[in-house]
């Protein structure tokens, strides 16, 4: 039961691979994920990477859970830690490969020694339909839409990069305004599939900065889709151009934005360690 953990800008995750766990096939329980991510009765991580997984489509395939148990379609910091597990397993040669999950398929590309990767996120839709937003009015693109939270109006984007994201621009955020209304905002009846949520504030052309909550894992320092979204979100603003840097806690992630919003992801990854599961550890439900 052996599992390899890494983080990529703070956001940890521990990649479980199948093979290891023949038993918990096709797929762990969620009381298994709850316990393996639980900070204090488990090794702690801001989710599990279950993987390499068949593919049809693509070299690989990978599902992504959050520490509540709930599933992710698709997650930046999530496929750049998988791409480097792939590299330092030796499962890949060719530093230029295809993983699959849930949400589409992405391009994966090793940049020194796995230390870095680039990854071809897809395109970023604005569609409604797509995301999915819960609208009055016709489908459309959730462009500067108004929301009430608590005791706050806020002007919202959304948008949908394989999961479903709420970019709220700002002249000024915090942790403090994430703690506080990322909650709210990530279970409103708005987003019927939930949504992950980005307080936005945009620096310069080049530089934006971003407080985020995670869908199904809270207060997050850093993730690479909603880097994703909340840049093609400031750039459809016509707020930054199409080559910028995000600014999170956790550390930085350079977007570059092409045609139809193709999204090129670039961060760092880095292992934090590699062990064996005990099985007193599941002697506690939490």
Request: hydrophobic share 40%; glycine share 10%.
């Amino acid at each position: 039961m052996r599992f390899h953990k890494y983080h990529a800008l703070g956001n940890d995750y521990i990649v479980l691979n199948p093979a290891d766990f023949p038993s918990w096939r096709p797929a762990p329980t969620v009381e298994q994920i709850r316990v393996v991510c639980h900070r204090n009765f488990g090794i702690g991580s801001d989710g599990i990477l279950w993987g390499p997984l068949p593919s049809q489509q693509s070299e690989f395939g990978l599902r992504i859970f959050n520490p509540d148990g709930s599933e992710a379609e698709k997650s930046g910091n999530g496929l750049r830690i998988f791409s480097r597990f792939l590299w330092d397993q030796g499962l890949v040669k060719n530093p230029k490969f295809t993983v699959e999950t849930p949400g589409g398929h992405v391009e994966s590309v090793i940049k020194e020694q796995g230390r870095l990767i680039t990854i071809a996120m897809g395109r970023v839709s604005f569609d409604s339909a797509r995301i999915p937003v819960n609208l009055e009015g016709p489908a459309r693109e959730v462009i500067n839409e108004q929301i009430r939270i608590l005791d706050r109006d806020f002007t919202y984007c959304a948008a949908t990069i394989g999961n479903p994201h709420c970019v709220i621009p700002l002249p000024e955020i915090s942790a403090e305004l994430a703690h506080k209304y990322g909650p709210h905002l990530e279970t409103h009846a708005n987003f019927p599939r939930k949504t992950n949520v980005q307080f936005l504030k945009v620096r310069d052309r080049k530089n934006i900065q971003i407080e985020i909550w995670e869908r199904g894992a809270g207060y997050t320092l850093a993730s690479g889709s909603s880097s994703s979204a909340a840049a093609a979100v400031a750039h459809k603003l016509g707020l930054v151009d199409r080559d910028l840097t995000v600014h999170m806690p956790g550390g930085q992630i350079g977007i570059t934005i092409g045609d139809g919003f193709s999204i090129m992801m670039t961060g760092t990854v880095n292992k934090v360690a590699e062990g064996t599961l005990h099985p007193e550890l599941f002697a506690v439900k939490v």
